[in-house]
């Protein structure tokens, strides 16, 4: 019976103090989020600090960034959240992870719900990018994730035709998207893929199955063209745009 009671207790606690952090945080960003050029980026990274998960040294903060549980979302040293980027991490155990000097360009949309979106090292994510789980979706170092691109790691279960898609509920697998990958714009990547590293998928393909290291895939369903280890080193780079 204590443990039941310790355990309400510290729910009630946890409970407590999220909403509180969700009320500061929306207070601070009302605030600040609109405020410009660098005297608006220091002050955001000097207040938002006692709401964000972690923020590391020279990190960037633009305009109109919005935050949904704050706590769970951390930026790493010298990252960059440009202006108009949406962050939910869905917190308590949502995560969202940004190693550092990743980027998150302007409009990008990410929304972990439950689960863990982490972005590595030095890499670029491009304006209007989504990406959503609530399955894990880890890209790599050295990405370059192209506008538009957007990467569910989530589907709908339809199996029941007698209940509607909306309430069968969702299976959640996880996208993984190694080092070094570039992903035109456009691309759509499906749960339970893992891109392999350093592999290149051309603009506008749509990433239904998994793809083997140094792969150029294209098309819809996305198929492997070429390996990468097989190009001369004069032969022409695909028009990714």
């Given at each position: 019976?204590n443990?039941?009671?310790?355990q309400k207790?510290?729910e009630?606690r946890?409970?407590?103090n999220?909403?509180w952090?969700?009320r500061?945080?929306r207070i601070?960003?009302?605030?600040l989020?609109a405020v410009p050029l660098s005297l608006?980026?220091r002050?955001?990274?000097?207040f938002?600090?006692?709401?964000?998960g972690s923020?590391g040294e020279?990190t960037y903060?633009?305009t109109?960034?919005?935050?949904?549980?704050?706590r769970?979302v951390?930026?790493?040293?010298?990252?960059?959240?440009?202006?108009?980027v949406?962050l939910?991490s869905?917190?308590p155990?949502?995560?969202?992870?940004?190693?550092?000097?990743?980027l998150?360009?302007?409009?990008v949309?990410?929304e972990?719900l439950?689960g863990c979106?982490?972005i590595?090292?030095?890499?670029?994510?491009?304006s209007y990018?989504?990406?959503a789980?609530?399955?894990?979706?880890?890209?790599?170092k050295?990405?370059?994730?192209?506008s538009h691109?957007s990467i569910?790691?989530n589907?709908?279960?339809?199996?029941?035709i007698?209940?509607p898609?909306g309430?069968?509920g969702l299976?959640c697998?996880?996208v993984?998207i190694?080092?070094?990958?570039?992903l035109?714009?456009?691309v759509?990547?499906?749960?339970?893929v893992?891109?392999?590293?350093g592999s290149v998928?051309g603009a506008?393909?749509?990433?239904?199955?998994?793809l083997?290291p140094?792969?150029v895939?294209v098309?819809?369903?996305a198929?492997?063209?070429?390996?990468?280890?097989n190009?001369?080193?004069k032969?022409a780079?695909?028009?990714?745009?």
């Open positions: 019976m443990n039941i009671l310790e207790s510290l009630q946890l409970h407590s999220s909403v952090v969700g500061k945080t601070l960003t009302s605030l989020g608006g980026n002050l955001r990274c000097l938002y600090r006692s709401i964000l923020l020279g903060l633009g109109g960034v919005e935050l949904e549980g704050a769970g951390f930026l790493g040293t010298g990252s960059a959240v440009d202006n108009g949406r939910n869905g917190e155990h949502g995560r969202i992870i940004l190693r550092s000097q990743a998150l360009d302007r409009g949309s990410l972990a439950g979106i982490e590595g090292e030095q890499t670029c994510v491009g990018v989504c990406m789980g609530p399955g894990d979706i880890r890209i790599g050295n990405c370059m994730i192209a691109v569910y790691a589907n709908h279960i339809f199996t029941d007698h209940t898609i309430k069968q299976s697998t996880g993984v190694e080092d070094d990958c570039w035109g714009t456009g759509r990547v499906l749960d339970g893992t891109i392999g590293h998928v506008g393909a749509v990433v239904t199955k998994s083997p140094f792969s895939a098309g819809v369903p198929k492997v063209m070429y390996k990468r280890s190009l001369a080193p032969s780079a695909l028009n990714q745009n």
